[in-house]
């Protein structure tokens, strides 16, 4: 039997320079808020500083900001992992107060001042201008070409990927991240939702959310009623579960994309060898394959009220390429991939590589009897982690949850 002499508690610590200045000792909160919807992440470092350190010695964003994290093992003083991160000062909020015009030289002032920072290798990246013209090639060719001119570590699903062979393609001058958007909305990358952001350590993901939905999870969320015992369960869990036991916050917008939308949609395209080409779509069966959908794919609208004869909408500003319907299958997974979201609060043992991995399939499973429906697959849409330092760094976390399907029981 092993005799454990310590809580198997696991905390990071934090050091953070900017030049050779080490500010360490006054950061006391951290936010890393890493999101689908940004194509980096982004920083909000708290401090208590004398105003005047920042001022004199002109820290106004011209210098680089190193920040480390260190996941300290169960073991005392052991490091288990060390994640470094380049940051690019943005904004500061720097309250500057009144002072005398002679004042001693070793008054300290100290202030609450909060500096919001982004991955500043990943900015460099994603803001590279890029310019081309591309032809008899592929969307997959294009986007290594793009990707490996701006100087990024390309990390590309290959599942759903459009493989058709295109004529030609112009890219306008524009950023990277702009020219990979452009690329979507005009051919479509993937027949899915895309997903497209860069890593802190200068990797640019572009993933096929439709597909993720159907790959491994990334980690499990059980939600525990706050009125039973569950320390039993809990004890069993690695560092790929995490758990609560908060309330979740929880939206369904079924009616209101469909109004927007209409359960038919025709989209008027203009290949080169005809005057034009009608696709037709029924938005609901649209949803069920291409969306995000977890176990049975039943769709909740007003299907009285929003029938396919009486509301329709019909696209024509488009050209489309030939008859390839990639584009229509990008774009719109994107639009009813969220019908369904759900926002969870996470406290202890966090593990930021995990949270910080947007864009993958991760479980929630409700014990709570009135949440049940809810359980099963949903993708990653952005986490919030927030380390506030007491006697330890303690950690707490808001997640976002997505799919398409609201529910996956029978009803």
Wanted: glycine residues 4%; contains cysteine.
């Amino acid at each position: 039997m092993t005799t454990r002499y310590w809580s198997p508690s696991r905390t990071y610590e934090f050091e953070v320079k900017v030049a050779d200045r080490d500010l360490t000792p006054d950061l006391y909160k951290l936010t890393i808020l890493t999101s689908i919807d940004l194509p980096y992440q982004t920083f909000v470092l708290e401090f208590f500083l004398d105003t005047n350190d920042l001022i004199l010695e002109k820290i106004y964003g011209q210098q680089e900001i190193k920040l480390t994290a260190k996941l300290m093992a169960t073991a005392p003083s052991i490091v288990n992992d060390q994640i470094d991160f380049s940051l690019m000062y943005l904004s500061g909020d720097i309250p500057l107060r009144v002072q005398n015009t002679i004042q001693n030289q070793t008054d300290i002032q100290r202030s609450p001042i909060t500096i919001t920072a982004v991955s500043r290798k990943s900015f460099i990246t994603m803001s590279t201008y890029v310019n081309d013209i591309f032809t008899n090639t592929t969307i997959g060719d294009i986007v290594s070409n793009l990707v490996s001119k701006a100087k990024g570590e390309l990390k590309q699903d290959i599942v759903g990927r459009n493989t058709e062979k295109l004529d030609q393609v112009l890219i306008p001058p524009t950023t990277l991240y702009q020219s990979l958007k452009h690329l979507n909305r005009t051919f479509g990358i993937f027949d899915g939702w895309l997903a497209l952001w860069c890593s802190h350590d200068n990797k640019v993901y572009l993933k096929n959310l439709t597909s993720k939905m159907k790959s491994s999870y990334l980690f499990s969320v059980y939600q525990f009623a706050s009125n039973i015992d569950n320390e039993k369960i809990i004890e069993t869990f690695d560092e790929e579960v995490y758990y609560t036991r908060y309330d979740i916050k929880t939206s369904y917008t079924g009616n209101t994309k469909f109004a927007i939308f209409a359960p038919t949609m025709k989209h008027i395209v203009k290949p080169k060898d005809k005057l034009s080409n009608t696709i037709e779509i029924k938005l609901e069966e649209f949803s069920k394959t291409y969306g995000l959908i977890s176990k049975r794919n039943k769709i909740f609208f007003d299907n009285t009220a929003m029938t396919t004869s009486n509301r329709q909408r019909i696209y024509k500003d488009h050209t489309g390429y030939e008859a390839n319907e990639s584009f229509i299958n990008s774009n719109m997974a994107e639009e009813i991939g969220d019908l369904s979201v759900i926002k969870v609060s996470l406290e202890r043992y966090l593990k930021m590589k995990n949270l910080m991995n947007v864009g993958e399939a991760v479980t929630f499973i409700s014990k709570v009897d009135d949440y049940k429906d809810l359980t099963g697959v949903y993708i990653l849409r952005n986490s919030e982690l927030n380390f506030i330092k007491a006697k330890d760094w303690e950690s707490s976390a808001e997640i976002t949850l997505i799919r398409t399907n609201r529910i996956i029981s029978k009803s």
